[in-house]
C-alpha cells in the first residue's frame, strides 16, 4: 500500500509544469495583462508625431520643448559656497570709512550673478553696488563700511548665488568688525571724518521774515557727507541736500536756519590724513539774491530793487516834464517804456495759487530737502524760475522751490 501512495506522488510531481522566469520573479498572482487587449489584432504605430508625444504621462525627463542649449544649463557642485575676509583693518574710528576684502567660493567654474546683502543695524555700508571679479571658481570684492557706534562688534554678511534668475545657492557670514574708537571731538563737530573736507562756497540769505538761512557747497574726500550734522542748539532745521558722487570724491549742500543773531557757523571735522580736528568759522552776511539759484530774499524787499525803482520812477518823471516843455512826442515814449520795466521789475511774473499736498524744497532739485507741505490751495507769488521749478513767495515770508506743474496762474 505505500508503495502504491509513493508511486502517485511521484507521477503528480512529474506531471507539473516547470517554472518559468517571470514565475520566479517578485510579482503579485494576478497577471497584469489579463485585461490587455489581443496582442495579435494590435497594430503597432511606427510614425508618433510631436502632439501625440506630449500627451503621454509626464517623467523625470526634461522638458521635451526645452532647447538643447539648456537641457544642462544647470550646473551641479559638490560642495555648498563660503566666504572668507581676506583682510579687514584691527582698529577704525566711529564715522572712519574701512574697507573689507572678501573672497567667495563657488566651487564652479560656471558664471553667476551675485545678491549680497549686509546687516547695517550696526554699520552703514557705502558701496552697494559690487563688483565681483571672477578668478576660476572664486569670486573677490571690495566692501566698504562705515561703523555707526562704539558697541559695533559685527555685522552679517550674505551671499545669494543666481543662475538663469533663479537663486542655485546661498551663503552668509558673520564678519568681526575693527576694534572702534570714539573721538574726542570739540563743540560743533560735523560727524565727519574725512582725508579732506573743503567748503567752496557759501551763502547767507533771508528763510522767512523771522529766519535766516545759510547754504554752504562742501566737497570731501574719502567721506561720508550724508552724516554731517552739527549738535548746535541755535539751529532749527538743518541737513544735506544734492549728494553727488561717491565716497571717495564727494560733493554735496549742507543747510542751516537759525536766527538773525547768529554770527557765525562754526563746525570741524576729523583729518584723517593729519590726524588731527580742523575748524570752519563762516560769518553771518545776509546778501541779495535776485538771480541766485538757492533760496534768496524777496527781490521787492532788497536795497537795490529800491534804488533801481527810485531811478526809474524819477528819470520817468522828468521825461514826462521835458516832453510837456518841448513837445516831443519821443519824451512820452520813453516814459511809457520805463514805466512799463518798473512794473514788470516790480512783479516780472504774477501771482499764483499753489496746489494742496505740494512739497515745497530748499533747493530747485528732486532730492532736495522738504520744509514744507501745503495742505490747501495757497495764493503765493512766483518770485524766480530755473528749469521745471518756479521759486514762489508766501505770504508768511517763506521762500522756497515747487515744480511748475505744482502751480496754476491767476
Known sequence: MLKKIILFFA?????????????????????????????????????????????ILPTDEPDIMTPNSSLYDTPTVSKNASLKVLSMPKNALIGEIFKVEVLLSTFSDIDFIFL????????????????????????????YLQAKNQNAKSTKLEVSILRNGEEFNKTNLIMFLPRLKELKAPNFYNNIVADLLEVKK???????????????????KNADLGSFYLNDKTIIKQGVDTIVGDFGSQSAYYFAVFKPNKRTLE??????????????????????????????????QSEVTIYKNVTIYSLAGLLFVLGIFRRRISYF??????????????????????????????????????FYVSSQNESVEILDNKDEYFKILFSDGKIGWVKKDEIVKN
Open 267 to 300: 563746525f570741524n571735522y576729523y583729518n584723517q590724513i593729519k590726524q588731527k580736528f580742523e575748524t570752519f568759522s563762516l560769518p553771518v552776511s545776509v546778501e541779495d539774491d535776485e538771480i541766485s539759484t538757492h533760496v534768496g530774499l524777496n527781490p521787492k
Open 202 to 220: 557759501f551763502k547767507t540769505t533771508k528763510f522767512d521774515d523771522e529766519n535766516y538761512i545759510m547754504i554752504v557747497e562742501l566737497n570731501a
Open 333 to 370: 515814449i520813453a516814459v511809457a517804456l520805463l514805466l512799463a520795466y518798473g512794473i514788470y521789475s516790480y512783479n516780472p511774473f504774477r501771482k499764483a495759487i499753489l496746489k494742496p499736498e505740494v512739497n515745497v524744497r530748499i533747493l530747485p532739485i528732486k532730492n532736495s530737502t522738504i
Open 116 to 143: 549680497t546683502k549686509i546687516d547695517q543695524t550696526n554699520v552703514k555700508w557705502l558701496n552697494k553696488n559690487l563688483t565681483w571679479v571672477k578668478n576660476g571658481e572664486t569670486y573677490a570684492t571690495t566692501i
Open 11 to 55: 507521477i503528480c510531481f512529474l506531471g507539473a509544469n516547470e517554472p518559468s522566469v517571470f514565475d520566479m520573479m517578485d510579482r503579485d498572482d494576478k497577471d497584469k495583462f489579463i485585461n490587455m487587449p489581443n496582442t495579435a489584432k494590435t497594430q503597432t504605430k511606427q510614425n508618433v508625431n510631436l502632439n501625440e508625444l506630449k500627451n
